[in-house]
């Protein structure tokens, strides 16, 4: 089959590789129906990620068919249309029964796909924990609006939800990147007194302020006159950094209020410094790091609803063997790219 994969770095290619099969008995094979390109597997290319093992086919987010399941595997059978959890974890270690299953300790728990076993970008993909990992997807959505519940929109949605939300709340969004994006949907329905995104990108500010009306947008030059103007108490009650650069690093606790919390999302390329001396006495708490994707059934529900539709979102799509010339533009951002839908070539 064709997987795309992590050669060396700097190097991606679109290689030969055999049809995955169940290696332990709880286990699913799913054949990828849609699958996407996600700016973890930049990083990943850039060599910012250690753990990234050289040969792997990357890709973590994708929906598809279940074509055969382990003997263990108990909620899921041949034929179910299946999103994929960015996140496989084993749901009996001390960090799944906390709900931290970023932090799953089992040997293929944690952001494996793409990363340290083979993913998604391939016409078939084998996922561990397959009872754990896999969600339904509703009878009335479709691919293209259950493609990113996996990975972006379970992280919109678990920024919001450690970020703390209430209804007085002034929000602070840097970045509408395609995770700032799902966090500006996730974070609308927390129904916030206010809520302000930030974008360096002329294209994405007007996509922001297409799919939230109510949104204030900014350009990054305007956010901190924006909040000096608009947010009472001195700053932003929650801010949600989503942008990972340095510039963005520094507005995060500049827009914020003393005693808010910050929640960085983002996954940076370079180490960031905590300015201790200039936030002294603001009382800010820092909340970080990767994704725990619990809430897809939740999130599967609500596009089912009508509640969340982050299909805006997909702005090009290419068949499997174009999925260099799909790399190479999401990686430019060229062509005012959002998110890129990869479809096998035989549909």
Request: net charge negative; proline share 6%.
């Amino acid at each position: 089959m064709k997987a795309f994969s992590y050669i060396s770095p700097e190097c991606f290619k679109l290689v030969e590789k055999q049809w995955p099969c169940i290696k332990n008995p709880t286990d699913a094979i799913v054949r990828v129906t849609l699958a996407s390109i996600c700016s973890s597997d930049i990083h990943i290319k850039h060599g910012a990620v250690p753990r990234a093992v050289m040969g792997v086919t990357v890709g973590h987010e994708m929906v598809g068919i279940v074509e055969k399941v382990g003997s263990k595997v108990r909620n899921f059978a041949a034929g179910d249309r299946v999103t994929v959890n960015v996140e496989t974890f084993c749901g009996e270690c001390f960090f799944c029964q906390n709900g931290f299953v970023n932090n799953c300790t089992d040997p293929e728990g944690g952001w494996a796909l793409g990363c340290r076993i083979d993913g998604g970008l391939a016409e078939a993909v084998r996922i561990p924990l397959a009872d754990n990992c896999l969600n339904h997807i509703p009878d009335n959505v479709s691919d293209e609006q259950a493609l990113f519940v996996g990975d972006i929109l379970a992280t919109g949605f678990w920024a919001t939800k450690i970020s703390e939300i209430t209804p007085s709340d002034s929000v602070v969004i840097i970045g509408a990147g395609p995770t700032g994006l799902c966090t500006l949907l996730c974070a609308r329905l927390k129904r916030p007194a206010r809520i302000i995104i930030c974008e360096k990108d002329p294209s994405r500010r007007m996509l922001a302020q297409r799919i939230c009306p109510e949104a204030i947008v900014v350009a990054s030059e305007d956010l901190l006159p924006t909040v000096a103007k608009t947010c009472p108490n001195g700053g932003a009650d929650r801010v949600i950094e989503v942008a990972g650069s340095d510039e963005s690093f520094r507005l995060a606790w500049q827009a914020a209020r003393p005693n808010a919390i910050i929640s960085i999302i983002a996954l940076y390329e370079n180490n960031q410094i905590l300015p201790l001396p200039q936030i002294y006495g603001k009382n800010l708490t820092f909340k970080t790091g990767g994704v725990d994707g619990c809430d897809c059934d939740e999130t599967l529900a609500l596009i089912s609803e009508g509640k969340i539709d982050t299909t805006p979102l997909l702005s090009h799509r290419f068949p499997l063997s174009r999925v260099e010339d799909a790399f190479e533009l999401f990686e430019s951002k060229a062509s005012g790219v959002i998110k890129t839908a990869i479809y096998p070539d035989r549909f």
